[in-house]
């Protein structure tokens, strides 16, 4: 059992005082504390023009994560791959591996708010297809002395990318997906399947299932069984969900719920959500891995149970949270949730 710590997403909501630089000072003291006690990896979260400033440039954050670090693994969570050309990310990810001496794992999707694809002026339709051809011309990229490549949106002639990443053949793709054709490249494309907090764990067992369908499809094997929850640990349950519950509620009411309308979003009971209103604490409850470390373990150990996971990566630190709060719930679930799995 592996555990990540993230995605950091770097947000700064209405009233929280703080600025983005010093969110990002945070996040870089909150890294080097992840290596020191234990964590395997820290992730990032990338999405554009939003009002709170979410980190919008993952690759340059993971370099100064890598820069700061010796051990811990950096991956994104998710590189949202069709906003981006495909050659200038095939260069920056091999400088990346190479400045972190191949700790990088490359999480992508292909996100879907239509204010990020009109910002970039991408077009939003066709993203998927743009995503397998770019998927594509990344591994050729990384793996070939040059290269042609001639499909639908991207073409290349005789090209030479240079440098070669660290990692052979190159980092580790996971992919990001909730829908059958996401799942269907994560199996084609990638190494690993990773699986959103956005959904109730009786929907990422389906997820799961298309994945194993798919992987036989492919004669291919998951690398590892990634899943993010939002997870906090307190000396009680009460005092872990009083610390968490404002900026759980900033990430799945005025996130995930605005969203819904480009995104279906689901509450604990199956039913679709067609209000951000009714998004509540105890309606996505079950989403959580929030308490105190013999109610982490119990719901760590369901995970396994119920998907087979074997990676676990923890958003422990939320819009608007207070950073000594962050570390204090860093340092008791390193002493007293991981030990069990990692023995």
Not at 258 to 277: H, I, T
Request: neutral net charge; aromatic residues 10%; proline residues 6%.
């Amino acid at each position: 059992m592996k555990f990540g710590l993230g995605p950091f997403s770097m947000q700064s909501p209405p009233g929280s005082g703080k600025s983005h630089a010093e969110l990002y000072r945070e996040m870089l003291a909150q890294v080097v504390v992840a290596e020191e006690i234990g964590f395997d990896s820290a992730w990032l979260v990338e999405h554009h023009f939003m009002a709170d400033g979410m980190c919008p440039s993952l690759l340059v954050t993971a370099s100064a994560m890598a820069a700061r670090t010796s051990r811990l693994i950096i991956g994104t969570s998710m590189y949202l791959l069709p906003l981006h050309r495909p050659v200038q990310t095939a260069e920056d990810v091999a400088v990346l591996d190479n400045i972190a001496n191949g700790r990088f794992i490359f999480g992508v999707a292909t996100g879907y708010r239509p204010e990020e694809y009109a910002g970039y002026q991408e077009q939003r339709t066709g993203r998927e297809s743009r995503m397998e051809e770019e998927l594509e011309v990344l591994v050729k990229s990384w793996t070939t002395e040059s290269f042609s490549f001639s499909g639908q949106h991207y073409q290349v002639e005789n090209l030479s990318v240079m440098p070669k990443p660290h990692q052979k053949p190159h980092p580790p793709i996971w992919v990001g997906a909730s829908t059958r054709g996401g799942v269907r490249r994560a199996a084609q494309w990638g190494s690993a399947l990773v699986a959103s907090p956005r959904h109730h764990i009786n929907e990422l067992k389906t997820h799961y299932s298309w994945y194993h369908q798919q992987l036989q499809r492919f004669n291919k094997t998951a690398t590892a069984t990634p899943v993010i929850r939002e997870v906090y640990v307190a000396e009680t349950t009460q005092q872990a969900e009083d610390e968490a519950r404002d900026g759980i509620m900033y990430i799945h009411g005025g996130m995930y719920g605005k969203w819904a309308n480009v995104r279906p979003l689901r509450d604990d009971q199956g039913r679709l959500v067609e209000n951000p209103a009714t998004v509540t604490f105890d309606s996505h409850r079950e989403r959580f891995i929030i308490g105190n470390p013999d109610h982490c373990v119990r719901e760590i150990e369901r995970y396994q149970r119920e998907l087979g996971m074997d990676y676990l990566i923890c958003w422990m630190h939320y819009p608007g949270a207070d950073h000594q709060k962050t570390l204090r719930a860093m340092r008791l679930f390193a002493k007293e949730v991981m030990p069990h799995f990692t023995r």
